[in-house]
Nanobody
Framework: QVQLVQSGGGLVQAGGSLTLSCTAS????????MAWFRQYPGKGPDFVAT????????FYADSVRGRFAVSRDNAKNSVSLQMNSLKPEDTAVYFC?????????????????????WGLGTQVTVSS
């Protein structure tokens, strides 16, 4: 059974940068779309960014486009989220996710319902 292990996150000042990483274990993630979501207290997860199985197509939420970059290394079964120019409103718990039904699909998946496997989440806090 595939599991997603997250690393990175923490506390940073506004304008700073952080990198989140997510590694799949138990099964290769190289054939599947992977994404990042974030969750604010008391709310459901919001889409942040996604990449298709081959990394050739990426898609971002309007709120992070131009500041965040998602990338993957299929040789390492990993996906990363580089977050630049961070704002206090980026403060949230960030989750990586994998879509087991996306094998060979070359279109971005942005709905949380499309993702089957989730990491445990990591806190990102941006101070003003």
């Amino acid at each position: 059974q595939v599991q997603l292990v997250q690393s990175g996150g923490g506390l940073v000042q506004a304008g700073g940068s952080l990198t989140l990483s997510c590694t799949a274990s138990g099964r290769s993630s190289s054939n599947y779309a992977m994404a990042w979501f974030r969750q604010y207290p008391g709310k459901g997860p919001d889409f942040v960014a996604t990449t298709t199985w081959d990394g050739k197509i990426t898609f971002y939420a309007d709120s992070v486009r131009g500041r965040f970059a998602v990338s993957r290394d299929n040789a390492k079964n990993s996906v990363s989220l580089q977050m630049n120019s961070l704002k206090p409103e980026d403060t949230a718990v960030y989750f990586c996710a994998l879509d087991l039904h996306s094998r060979g699909i070359n279109s971005p998946a942005t709905l949380m319902e499309q993702y089957d496997i989730w990491g445990l989440g990591t806190q990102v806090t941006v101070s003003s």
